[in-house]
């Protein structure tokens, strides 16, 4: 067995991305020679079960008994403390994709937690509220993040030691495990309060809050900065509609942005209304706020003067 694990979850609605992107992309950029993969099943077809079976996946059979993105850290938990891992990396597995080597990272501070924090806030601190987290936690937690940059849970890293402590946090801290979220805030209590190390943007770039300029060329998504592929690339969003990227995935014919929706994202993550409101106002101020930008859009367009042939 390696030394080291990369740990993600999926269920059958995810899990041809997982095979055909995420699957596909690590392995193409990433030395897995120390790594095991592990995939968390949710609900994946048998044909997904068995071909990840047959490239050497290790796939572990879960309890549905909540959201996915909150369950999995029980669930990774469970799994993790029977098995003699050193480091574990937790990852998204269905809006994100490899473009360079992330094996080094596994290697570089390993005592210690690290992670990505977001350029901008998108929303999150709605689930600071006692429909999520007993009043006592919400206390000490809204003391202690409030004010810090927001940590992105698509990514993490950190010893086995201190994961196995994030995981049973997460899984004992949240009240209602049934929705999208509040795993966010968790991580952030206990990143912030153990310490962390930020990796940067390029480790897990989350295109809707991310300030550095960048470009698809040939599906590959470039940094303007430095010009190289940016190593993890994350297509974030609760809902379809809000994802800033068409046809996301791992390939030259994937990776189409969609200027509308950025455009209307930088104005939602900027907008105080959008980080105080629920997650039903935010996705009836999405729609309201793309639309808008749409017909503006559009307006340019229209106003735009016609080019004469020569």
């Not at 029980?74 to 003699?84: F, I, K, Q, V, Y």
């Amino acid at each position: 067995m390696n030394p080291y694990a990369i740990y993600t979850a999926s269920d059958k609605k995810y899990g041809d991305f997982l095979i055909e992107h995420w699957l596909a992309s690590l392995r193409a950029t990433t030395d897995l020679r120390q790594i095991d993969v592990r995939v968390l099943d949710f609900g994946l077809s048998l044909a997904q079960r068995s071909y990840l079976e047959h490239e050497g996946v290790g796939v572990r059979r879960c309890r549905r008994d909540g959201h996915v993105t909150v369950v999995r850290f029980r669930e990774l938990a469970e799994d993790l403390s029977a098995l003699p891992y050193e480091t574990v990396m937790a990852c998204d597995g269905g809006d994100i994709i490899f473009q360079d080597d992330i094996s080094p990272l596994f290697r570089q501070n390993p005592h210690v937690f690290r992670a990505v924090t977001e350029d901008l806030k998108s929303g999150f601190e709605f689930f600071l509220s006692e429909d999520f987290f007993s009043r006592s936690s919400l206390k000490e937690m809204k003391s202690l993040i409030s004010a810090k940059p927001q940590i992105n849970a698509g990514l993490i890293l950190g010893p086995k030691s201190e994961f196995l402590e994030l995981c049973r946090a997460i899984d004992t801290l949240i009240k209602d495990k049934s929705r999208f979220g509040p795993d966010q805030l968790v991580v952030n209590y206990i990143l912030h309060k153990k310490g962390f190390i930020d990796l940067g943007s390029a480790y897990n770039f989350v295109i809707a809050t991310a300030k550095e300029n960048f470009e698809i060329i040939g599906g590959v998504f470039f940094s303007k900065t430095t010009g190289k592929p940016i190593p993890v690339v994350h297509n974030a969003g609760n809902w379809k509609f809000l994802r800033p990227v068409e046809n996301f995935g791992f390939g030259p014919s994937c990776n189409h942005l969609k200027p509308d929706v950025m455009t209307t994202l930088r104005f939602l993550h900027h907008s105080t209304a959008f980080l105080q409101s629920s997650q039903e106002q935010v996705k009836k101020l999405a729609r309201k706020a793309l639309a808008r930008t749409r017909e503006l859009q559009k307006n340019v367009r229209l106003r735009s003067p016609k080019k004469t042939k020569r």
